[in-house]
């Protein structure tokens, strides 16, 4: 039986091109990835292409770049940090910059 739980993060979304990004600061590859991970290379290049993977992947993924999984994750269950941020004009945040 499926509870309330597993039906709620099922529905949630990651921002998987942000773990992509991520990894290419770090100067990571698929291959390099799926190492330090602890996921197989072609689930690492899932994600360089920016295709679905599973919660339990981001997870690992996240933890393996140092990146918080609450900060991936986007639409209505996103935290409200990244909703103030992505409401935001290009042009308020420039203003903000420059005072």
Do not use: W
């Not at 739980?5 to 770090?26: F, H, N, S, T, W």
């Not at 100067?27 to 599973?54: C, D, M, V, W, Y």
């Not at 940090?81 to 203003?95: D, F, G, H, Y």
């Amino acid at each position: 039986m499926v509870t309330d739980m597993e039906q709620q993060v099922g529905k949630i979304e990651y921002d998987i091109p942000a773990l992509a990004r991520a990894a290419a600061c770090q100067a990571l590859n698929a291959k390099t990835l799926s190492e330090r991970a602890g996921i197989t290379h072609p689930t690492a290049a899932k994600i360089f292409r920016g295709q679905r993977i599973s919660a339990t992947t981001v997870g690992k993924v996240a933890s393996a770049l140092g990146v918080e999984v609450a900060d991936l994750v986007i639409g209505p269950y996103a935290s409200r940090r990244r909703r103030r941020s992505s409401r935001r004009s290009p042009a308020a945040s420039n203003r903000e910059r420059s005072e």
